[in-house]
Structures are given as structure tokens and as C-alpha cells.
């Protein structure tokens, strides 16, 4: 599975929905799919993207709030997940795409890629519902059923360490930021 | 018993919710506890718990993002463990943060280990440009609180109150 193909297959989910990615890759992905006011690019703070998603999903409890989080970044704050689980905000659901890599970097492995499991991290962190996918089909089956159930999820979608060939797009950080802001607010 | 002084701790919390504060994200240290146990009480607020302090960092961001007004109370130790978060989210997207940090590690400091961290707050917050001002006596309480609230929105960056020994510790 690729993170492309995975971000297509379910973006008309995320139309309506508040989006917070990570840097890099998954950005420049979802951008080139189509960006919308209610998506915002976390394009530094490595680890952030899943706190932030905690904040607003604890103060829009009426949305629907997907974070999409890389292994590289997760790592940077595995005592997030102990945070986001206390708090169990129903209306998250955290996907983390994890290829192995720092891909952005020049693509050196990360400790999944000697087994580290992240799924299994998120259980003991106190997720509810936790579930490693490595199929498209799979990967949309999970993301379906994580929006329809209405609890905290963390899917973990294994992809290939592939990216789009740039990651600078031509949305400024301030102009998401203030249309993000805006669209939430309104 | 411990010293901390509750009459400084409610003023604070006060002046918190008056200039509009709803959510709060803290870390436990000594200094903090009455302030953790007054929003902890407090229907009207939201109290988030931190594994590491930086976390408080995307989640006041979020908040913010969102509409609501939101506090950080931290150590200075976790101010300093909190800096990238603090740059490359709060400053690079211009996110107001009010961030209230124990001062330890001044005048008066007896534990040996608070003592690095203390040296340094004052030059990291300068060299990272965040405005901050020490709160030591109770009537500086509410008026900086308000005016650092005022400037972290207007501005749209981090500011910084530092909670002294004198105002936090009754047998300074």
C-alpha cells in the first residue's frame, strides 16, 4: 500500500471532517489531493500533530477530528499516547502511517523497522481500539469502522517508502494557519 | 502542610479564568499543586494532564485554533524541554501561548537539582524572544496576567510569567 493511494481511497471522508497531518510527505500527498480549509499542516514540531489534535478535539467535541501522524514523528512522543488515551477523546481517530523510514531524510529506518510495534504501543498506552493494516482494502475497512464507532482510534497503516518528489507546496504555513483557524471558528 | 501558598495559588487561578482561560495543560511540581487541584475542581475547566510538557504545547495550539483560551503550568525544566514545540509550532505559526512556569531554582532554591535549570530560564527566554515578566508579589497577580493575555493574542506568540518563590512558597 501506498500512503497516496490510502489518503485517496478514503478523502471524500475527510471533506467534512478537521484534518491535522504531520510535515513532509503526508502534506504534500494530501495537498496534491486537494486542500480544504479544515485541513492543517503541521510542517515542524515533530510529535505535535497528535497533541494537537487532542486539543481540538477536546474543545469541538461535536467534529470529527483525523490526525495523520508518521512512525517517525509518533515516536518523538510516545508519552502523547498515554495523554491522548487519559483523555479518550471519542472524536479522534489517529492514523499513523508508518514506512519504517525517515523518509524525508534521506529514508534511514526507524525502530519499527526492527520491530518496534506501534499498534501495540498505542494498547498499552490505553487506546481502546488499536489495529495494525497492511492492505488498502484493510486500511479503508479500519478507517470506516474508526468513524462509525465513535471512540479513540489509532489505526497503523504499514506503507511503502515512498513520497511525492517535493515537499514544499505553494500554501503558506500562516495562510493554513489563519484559514484553519477560521473555518474552525466559524 | 505542604508551604506552597494556597491564597497566591487562587489568586492566580482566578486571574486565569477572568481573562478568559478555559482549558489548561500542566505537568505536576510541587509548586503547582493547588493550581492543578483548583482546575481539576472547576466544571468550567478543562485540566490535561501531561506525560512531557511540550505536549501542552500542541494542545494549547490546538485549543487556540479552535477558539478557546488555554494556559500552560510547567517548571522551568519543562519550559526547556518544551522549546522546539514551542518555535516551530507556537512561533512559526504564530500561536498565542500563555505559559506560567515555576521559577525554580533562584534566591532561596535548597534542592541541589533545580539549581542548572534556574540559571539559564531567564537567558532562553530572551534569546527566544518570548516577553515575560515575574510574578513575586500578590498584587501583581491579576493586572500582568491580564496584560500577558492581552499581548500573547494581540501579538500572537508565547509569553511567559515567571511564579517566584516569594508569591509560591510561604517560608521563603
Same mark, same amino acid.
Given at each position: ?77 510516545? $508519552?502523547?499516547?498515554? !495523554? ?22 534521506? $529514508? ?60 514544499? !507546496? ?17 | ?83 522546539? $514545540? ?26 541541589? %537539582? ?54 509560591? %512558597?510561604?517560608?521563603?
Amino acid at each position: 500500500m501506498t500512503r497516496i493511494d490510502a489518503l485517496k481511497a478514503i478523502y471524500a471522508s475527510l471533506e467534512e471532517r478537521i484534518v491535522v497531518t504531520i510535515m513532509g510527505a503526508v502534506a504534500a500527498e494530501l495537498q496534491s489531493l486537494g486542500h480544504r480549509p479544515n485541513f492543517f499542516y503541521l510542517q515542524h514540531a515533530m510529535g505535535l500533530a497528535s497533541s494537537m489534535g487532542l486539543g481540538i478535539a477536546l474543545v469541538k467535541p461535536e467534529r470529527q477530528v483525523i490526525v495523520f501522524d508518521g512512525d517517525g514523528s509518533i515516536l518523538m512522543n510516545l $508519552g502523547g499516547l498515554t !495523554t491522548l488515551a487519559r483523555y479518550r477523546p471519542r472524536n479522534l481517530v489517529h492514523v499513523i502511517f508508518d514506512n519504517e523510514s525517515l523518509l524525508s531524510v534521506g $529514508g534511514f529506518p526507524t525502530a519499527t523497522a526492527t520491530g518496534s510495534d506501534l499498534a501495540g504501543i498505542a494498547a498499552a498506552a490505553g487506546i481502546p481500539r488499536t489495529e495494525t493494516v497492511t492492505t488498502l482494502a484493510a486500511f479503508t475497512r479500519a478507517f470506516d469502522e474508526a468513524l462509525a464507532a465513535g471512540d479513540l482510534t489509532t489505526i497503523v497503516a504499514k506503507v511503502e517508502a515512498v513520497g511525492p518528489s517535493a515537499y514544499v !507546496t505553494d500554501l503558506s504555513l500562516l495562510e493554513n494557519r489563519f484559514q484553519f483557524s477560521r473555518s474552525l471558528r466559524s | 502542610m505542604s508551604p506552597v501558598s494556597i491564597t497566591s495559588s487562587r489568586a492566580i487561578y482566578d486571574a486565569l479564568k477572568a481573562s478568559g482561560v478555559r482549558l489548561m495543560s500542566a505537568l505536576p511540581e510541587t509548586w503547582l499543586v493547588h493550581l492543578i487541584r483548583m482546575a481539576e475542581e472547576d466544571p468550567e475547566m478543562t485540566l490535561v494532564r501531561l506525560a512531557k510538557e511540550e505536549e501542552g504545547v500542541g494542545i494549547s495550539a490546538g485549543a487556540h485554533l479552535a477558539g478557546v483560551k488555554s494556559a500552560m503550568l510547567m517548571q522551568n525544566h519543562g519550559f526547556l524541554a518544551s522549546i522546539n $514545540g514551542i518555535v516551530s509550532c507556537a512561533q512559526l505559526y504564530q500561536i498565542p501561548l500563555l505559559m506560567l512556569i515555576s521559577y525554580r531554582g533562584e534566591f532561596g532554591e535548597r534542592d541541589p %537539582w533545580q539549581t542548572a535549570g534556574g540559571g539559564v530560564t531567564e537567558d532562553v527566554l530572551r534569546a527566544l524572544r518570548i516577553p515575560f515578566s515575574s510574578l513575586d508579589r500578590a498584587d501583581q497577580v491579576a493586572p500582568r496576567i491580564a496584560k500577558a493575555q492581552t499581548l500573547a493574542l494581540s501579538a500572537n506568540k508565547p509569553v511567559a510569567l515567571l511564579l517566584c518563590r516569594d508569591l509560591m %512558597w510561604e517560608d521563603a
